[in-house]
């Protein structure tokens, strides 16, 4: 089983991005998926998930309202869609789900 992210990049205050999330060797609807992240000098923290069973999402309060958490099961892949971005939102995004986590990908809001 692996994940790989991407989509991170630097953006301004203000900006999007999407991340995604490619599963192979299980099926992200079996599990619920969870995105994490992890600002440096800093522990990691739960930002959003998706349930399995029914969909249901779930986000971090200081995300709430910005970013968006979704899977395409054709495609066997998580997003995360980040709006209004701010500059404490910098970390390193994981995602998660089935014991599995992959490598990360880095956002960076900055000027």
């Known amino acids: 089983a692996q994940l790989v992210e991407s989509g991170g990049g630097l953006v301004q205050p203000g900006g999007s991005l999407t991340l995604s999330c490619a599963a192979s060797?299980?099926?992200?609807?079996?599990?619920?998926m969870t995105w994490v992240r992890q600002a440096q000098r800093k522990g990691p923290e739960w930002v959003s998930d998706i349930d399995k069973s029914d969909g249901t999402t779930r986000y971090k309060d200081s995300v709430n309202g910005r970013f968006t958490i979704s899977r395409d099961n054709t495609k066997n892949t998580l997003y995360l869609q980040m709006n209004s971005l701010k500059p404490e939102d910098t970390a390193l995004y994981f995602c998660?789900?089935?014991?599995?986590r992959g490598q990360g990908t880095l956002v960076t809001v900055s000027a």
């Open positions: 998660s789900g089935g014991g599995t």
């Open positions: 060797g299980f099926d992200i609807t079996a599990y619920t």
